[in-house]
């Protein structure tokens, strides 16, 4: 697996050297998930109270002191980025606006989670959250320059029955995806993450 993950990083290299794409996804290994550390780092997603709804409206959150968050849209939880988390994996490789399509039943057997309406229903409210929330981030530059990214996680569309998600089809907004083609990210177990369960399980992912 990792000789096939090289390969495709080595053929993208190429293109990109050579200028026939602007850009595209990186590409990790199988076992790993990736975040950019604007957002791993900052409170973007929370330790949520199952249960609890809270909207946020213009909302400065905790990141380090060398960029800023403001966030708008319904507060993200712990669960909400296991979908964040296995979404950018399924873009790894993917050129700006490329749209990709979600089986539902793979994705939530791939976040450890068992396929049925209830279960399929969640995962679209999840993918709705990310899709809704605006935020902007603002970096700082050494050099006193900044840059911003102003938009959502995820741009989405779905094909249902009854209304109940077939299909899922996803976008990564190109501002979205310039944030991952920096070193300025990380790499998660997700095998460790699904292995946290129970009482405390959002606090210890959140950790």
């Known amino acids: ?3 096939i993950v090289n390969k495709m990083q080595t053929a993208y290299n ?3 050297v050579e200028g026939k794409i602007y850009e595209a996804m990186p590409v990790w290994d199988d076992d790993k998930r990736a975040i950019t550390n604007y957002i791993a780092r900052s409170a973007v997603f929370s330790v949520v ?3 609890t709804k809270t909207t946020l409206v213009e909302q400065r959150v905790p990141a380090p002191s060398n960029y800023e968050i403001i966030i708008t849209g319904e507060q993200l939880s712990e669960a909400d980025r ?3 988390l296995q979404a950018i994996h399924a873009f790894r490789g993917c050129k700006p606006n490329e749209e990709i399509r979600i089986n539902p039943r793979d994705f939530l057997l ?8 209830e279960n399929r229903k969640w995962l679209w409210n ?3 959250k990310m899709a809704k929330t605006l935020l902007e981030i603002t970096i700082s530059l050494p050099d ?5 990214f102003v938009g959502s996680l995820l741009a989405i569309a779905s094909e249902e029955t009854n209304g109940i998600p077939d299909e899922i089809r996803m976008r990564l907004p190109l501002d979205a995806l310039r944030l991952y083609n920096t070193d300025s990210k990380t ?3 997700m095998r460790r993450r699904l292995s946290l369960k129970g009482p405390g399980s959002q606090l210890a992912k959140s950790l």
């Open 187 to 189: 790499l998660l177990s």
């Open 49 to 51: 109270e199952k249960g």
């Open 144 to 148: 006193d320059r900044r840059i911003k």
């Open 82 to 84: 296991d979908v964040y």
């Open 14 to 16: 190429k293109l990109l």
């Open 110 to 117: 791939s976040i450890g989670r068992q396929d049925g309406m």
């Open 1 to 3: 697996m990792k000789d």
């Open 126 to 128: 999840a993918v709705r």
